[in-house]
């Protein structure tokens, strides 16, 4: 597999790199960027690059509201590592801006949600023209879509994973952690110039172009606070009024706790416990409190008795009959009110389904032909033309161009 991969990295880079497809750990120059001024400074050296490999690091398992504590950026034969921890004002990472929505300069990532999201809450980055190995082999219907995986396919180097739950706001960062945040950037460029020639021998790679100017645009959403978050707990659903009542103080006293010790609230009491706590038959059962697992050891009693005082008042209020419901989100814009003939959504969601998959065929994912996505905002908008589809989000010109008639037709076919 590795030779056969080398052959895909275009002539152009490989003549560059002379025959090298990138520089090992050792061989790459490092530089730590933890100044305003050294991020000015290396800013025009970026800026020259066709490409640039990026990635980052939270601290989510370990704070109250994750922060990204390190930025990779990646050339062919340098890492750049920038430590937004020692910045004064998180702001200054802004001009990072130039390079992110740079039209010119293709950023490539391996998991590009949870990163630009990341970046676009922390510094307001704005993204334009991106590329993401996950995505892309994915749709390319690989076996293994990690990392790891596709460098120790391509290259027959191993990635170190063992450190993935490191607290990344942890200064200094030893040399081991560093390596391996490093080595997230360092060989993205050669894997992004496979899996770029393989799209295109597969015919998709207008395809995926489109997924990816919507990951780009891609809006960081805030975590949303409407009083009922309690009620969005799996298993909430199968507590009655006085055990949705108890739910509600519970969740409220977990946000407190954790929020206070700057923790993530799994770290206080998991979803689980807070349903079993919520189940108790009496607040003055204290064996059955005692019973549950997942309570901290360490202050147990303590504990025991402050949820028992919230239980108790808990008890003494009103019980929840009733939790408001949530219009789901519609994508694709408002439905389209027609009166006959009837449009079966189910039969057309199989059928497209169906379709997509003998389209793809076992070489690429059948995402790749239509995405979950785009089936459902057809459903909604119920297109009559091909003019139609273009307002479809998540179908794109290239996909109208190869599949539009046919789109148009199982449509049709479904409305009795």
């Known amino acids: 597999m590795i030779a056969s991969a080398y052959r895909h990295i275009r002539r152009s880079y490989w003549r560059r790199i002379k025959g090298k ?67 004064p004002n998180p702001e200054e990472l802004g001009v990072l801006n130039e390079i992110s929505s740079n039209p010119r300069i293709e950023k490539i990532f391996h998991g590009s949600d949870y990163d630009i999201s990341g970046l676009r809450r922390d510094f307001g980055l704005e993204w334009e023209n991106i590329f993401d190995t996950y995505l892309a082999a994915r749709y390319l219907n690989y076996d293994k879509v990690g990392l790891m995986d596709l460098v ?21 960062i030893p040399d081991a952690e560093l390596n391996y945040a490093r080595e997230d950037v360092r060989y993205l460029i050669a894997v992004k110039m496979i899996l770029d020639q393989e799209l295109h021998d597969a015919g998709i790679r207008d395809h995926i172009q489109t997924d990816f100017d919507r990951l780009s645009a891609k809006e960081f959403q805030e975590r949303e606070r409407d009083g009922f978050e309690f009620a969005r707990i799996k298993g909430a659903v199968n507590l009655n009024p006085v055990q949705l009542r108890r739910l509600r103080e519970l969740y409220d006293y977990r946000e407190k706790k954790a929020r206070s010790r700057d923790v993530p609230t799994f770290k206080v009491f ?9 189940r108790v038959a009496s607040e003055d059962d204290f064996a059955a409190l005692q019973q549950i697992k997942g309570l901290p050891g360490a202050r147990r009693y303590q504990v025991i008795q402050e949820l028992r005082s919230l239980l108790i008042r808990a008890d003494h209020r009103a019980p929840i009959e009733s939790i408001p419901t949530k219009e789901p989100a519609k994508r694709g814009g408002k439905k ?35 995405p979950n996505a785009a089936i459902d905002a057809l459903l909604q908008a119920e297109p009559q033309t091909r003019e139609d589809l273009f307002s479809i989000p998540y179908l794109g010109a290239s996909r109208i161009r190869d599949y539009g008639d046919e789109i148009l037709a199982i449509l049709k076919k479904c409305k009795l």
């Open 21 to 87: 497809p990138f520089f090992s750990l050792d061989q790459a120059r490092c530089h730590w960027i933890d100044t305003p001024s050294k991020l000015r400074r290396i800013l025009p050296r970026l800026l020259k690059e066709k490409e640039l490999a990026i990635d980052t690091e939270t601290n989510s398992l370990y704070a109250y509201q994750e922060r990204v504590c390190l930025v990779q950026i990646g050339t062919y034969d340098e890492d750049f590592i920038i430590d937004p921890l020692a910045f």
């Open 270 to 278: 998991s979803n689980q416990v807070l349903l079993d706590i919520a």
């Open 152 to 172: 120790a396919g391509y290259f027959g180097i191993y990635l170190d994973k063992t450190l993935t739950k490191f607290n990344w706001a942890i200064r200094p």
């Open 336 to 370: 389209k009110k027609i009166a006959q003939p009837y449009f079966s959504r189910k039969r057309a969601s199989d059928e497209l389904k169906s379709w997509r998959q003998s389209r793809a065929g076992e070489k690429i994912h059948p995402n790749a032909v239509l």
